[in-house]
């Protein structure tokens, strides 16, 4: 193993056997969305020390048994028989597990993190509702699947992964047999919720709440014209996921005004909101809705000043309003995974940080988001801060450790304050920034920040809370 691969809330690296080491990244891969460690060799891909299978495997056992209840997990070969690598497997439980001393983990990027007791209760509460999506549908057969979707999900699936399938790989069986490794039929054949979600011809004849609502009003309320009640456009959305999605899209895309802006001597055209926020905001809907909650389905607003999209079920596990950006739990995996492979997912837990910043980037406000027992909305604003436009050029100035600007650097007002605050101060964090500028967004600051980082004047230190900004 030569090449270097960080660490991730799916990938593990433990370069030494240590059990209790182990047990921790069990548990959190087994309550968060599975994932895989491995054992014996580090991010570079660089072996520890000599460990015999019969070394891992005793000390799988003994991490197991530290874990209460037991964490299943595989061993398995990701090396060849030249050079034999064992990884362990860990997928996602419908138990809720923990350490012997009752402490619980979940990963959250490339850390396993100790969870408090009100996040404690309410991932319990999430595991308590069962896997959904994995249950079977009643009175669905592998006939209801829509054999077109299902190839093209293998052929993006491939572009995806990489791997083209031989013509001998794309007969029933083998269709049969990835749709059970995806968990769209169970060990019998039978379809699942994810299944007829992912591939059904008629989803919604089974799951009629599997839909989506468009509803466009003229206002900034929900009435029709002159106040009265009614609204400008209905559309109800239905088939498999994929298609709601695109078709969602599309309505969506055909009520958006588009404006205009002119860089340099070319007109450019600009929607009213960013395509990726948009779209982001409705996949991440019809990924971690609560299919379970049959009376609703997924609703967009469209207002003259805003576009809310609304979500049925509450935020899953131990996800807050004060974590969703940092943090990652799927109330359905299956669905994830699929969309993901589709390649409706760009990369996996990082949808609302980059939503926030083409939000800000475009001179919106950063999105809001809403979470009550039954639903959750995001809301995305056509309003357009008003912003300093005023760039200002610095000569190549010492900074205080003796260190050179680089020549003609061109930043913001903001970005100005930033740097004499350094020069002043040795370092600037999030914190400080908005009590330098209290009247702009933390996203905006956040993205100045970062621009700073990316024209190589400042480095970033350290990570989340504890992160600061010095001159590099």
């Known amino acids: 193993m030569t090449q270097r691969r960080a660490a991730s809330h799916l990938l593990a690296f433990l370069p030494q056997l240590d059990p209790q080491a182990l047990a921790e990244t069990l548990v959190a891969f087994a309550n968060s969305d599975g994932g895989t460690i491995v054992l014996g060799y580090d991010e570079r891909g660089r072996p520890s020390g000599a460990t015999t299978p019969e070394d891992i495997e005793a000390v799988l056992r003994e991490a197991a048994g530290l874990t209460s209840p037991p964490v299943r997990a595989t061993l398995e070969n990701a090396g060849g028989d030249g050079n034999p690598q064992l990884i362990v497997r860990v997928p996602r439980s419908v138990d809720l597990h923990s350490l012997k001393d009752g402490r619980v983990f979940v990963r959250v990027a490339g850390e396993n993190r100790a969870l408090t007791g009100d996040e404690i209760r309410n991932l ?139 860089k340099g001597l070319e007109r450019e055209e600009v929607l009213e909101y960013p395509e990726f926020a948009v779209r982001e905001a409705l996949v991440n809907a019809v990924c971690h809705r609560d299919y379970r909650l049959r009376g609703r389905r997924i609703e967009v607003r469209k207002y003259a000043d805003r576009l809310e999209i609304i979500s049925p079920g509450g935020l899953a596990g131990y996800i807050t309003l004060d974590n969703i950006i940092e943090e990652h739990f799927s109330r359905n995996p299956r669905l994830v995974q699929g969309l993901f492979q589709w390649g409706y997912i760009e990369e996996l837990g990082l949808g609302i940080d980059r939503m926030i910043e083409d939000m800000v980037a475009a001179g919106h406000p950063a999105p809001k988001f809403n979470a009550t027992a039954y639903s959750f909305t995001v809301t995305l604003s056509n309003v357009r801060e008003r912003r300093a436009t005023h760039n200002i050029t610095l000569l190549p100035t010492a900074a205080a450790d003796g260190a050179a600007l680089p020549p003609g650097l061109t930043v913001n007002e903001r970005q100005a304050r930033a740097l004499q605050y350094v020069r002043e101060h040795g370092r600037i964090t999030n914190r400080d920034f908005q009590v330098l500028c209290p009247n702009v967004t933390p996203e905006t600051l956040r993205i100045d920040l970062a621009d700073l980082v990316d024209k190589g004047v400042l480095m970033r230190v350290g990570e989340k809370k504890g992160t600061y900004y010095i001159l590099k």
């Open 124 to 262: 319990t509460q999430s595991k308590l509702a069962g896997d959904y999506e994995a249950e079977t549908v009643p009175g669905a057969t592998l006939a209801d699947f829509d054999d077109e979707i299902v190839a093209e999900y293998i052929a993006k699936r491939e572009l995806r992964t990489r791997r083209k399938m031989e013509l001998a790989e794309r007969d029933a069986q083998h269709a049969a047999s990835l749709l059970k490794d995806i968990g769209a039929l169970d060990a019998r054949g039978q379809p699942t919720v994810a299944g007829i979600l992912l591939f059904g011809k008629n989803p919604q004849a089974f799951l009629p709440q599997s839909g989506v609502v468009f509803v466009k009003f003229p206002g900034v309320e929900p009435r029709g014209e002159g106040g009265r009640v009614g609204y400008g456009r209905r559309e109800e959305i239905n088939g498999p996921l994929a298609r709601v999605i695109e078709r969602t899209w599309q309505v969506i895309l055909e009520e958006m005004r588009v404006g205009a802006i002119v």
